[in-house]
């Protein structure tokens, strides 16, 4: 059985860039109704003993398993999401490595918020922006929908979620708002150094 990992952090550590009340219905209402889906999709199979990641892997790109794949993909990139985040009041330096990744392959730490925002508001409809290791070189990428960098030969360090649920209660219909607020001061950097290794 899958569970919903819990919050790395209080639901109202997020605040005033997500409120309280958006994690309620964002975490509480959608993440759990992703895990709750899944688990009846691969109860009693052999799909049920697998990883998430392996299960994604497994079940990707077959049209028969469409609702699993949707499900299992929302789980991690939700997680992934969550971890990808730390409480507003906590500084949170960046290690050395990843500003000289950043200076390299986005030119400033500004440049990679601009490219950010710019991905976030040219998703047509919802999905997800990844910043990623590509080889080993920084990109922002996009996926759509449930889709999830995982078994594209990327290595995700950081992700957004740019579902209308993620953001609609704090900032309606202001995507790039939304973007820039979480990338200028919500991301947990050390969590992207640890994914690169760094």
Do not use: C
């Amino acid at each position: 059985m899958f569970t919903l990992k819990s919050l790395p952090f209080s639901p109202e550590a997020l605040e005033p860039y997500i409120s309280a009340r958006t994690l309620e219905f964002h975490y509480g209402k959608h993440h759990q109704a992703y895990v709750d889906n899944l688990n009846k999709l691969v109860a009693d199979t052999d799909l049920a003993s697998l990883s998430l990641e392996d299960l994604i892997k497994k079940v990707a790109n077959q049209p028969a398993q469409a609702a699993i794949f949707n499900n299992a993909a929302q789980v991690y990139n939700h997680d992934f999401f969550w971890a990808s985040l730390r409480p507003a009041k906590q500084a949170m330096p960046m290690s050395t490595a990843l500003v000289a990744l950043i200076k390299r392959d986005f030119g400033s730490l500004e440049q990679l918020l601009v490219e950010a925002k710019e991905a976030a508001l040219s998703q047509f409809g919802s999905g997800w922006v990844w910043l990623v290791l590509d080889n080993d070189r920084l990109k922002i990428v996009k996926t759509a929908n449930a889709d999830t960098v995982l078994g594209r030969g990327l290595k995700p360090l950081l992700v957004l979620d740019v579902w209308e649920h993620a953001y609609y209660l704090d900032y309606q219909n202001r995507r790039g708002d939304f973007a820039l607020a979480v990338f200028a001061n919500l991301l947990n950097w050390e969590f992207a150094a640890h994914n690169a290794g760094l």
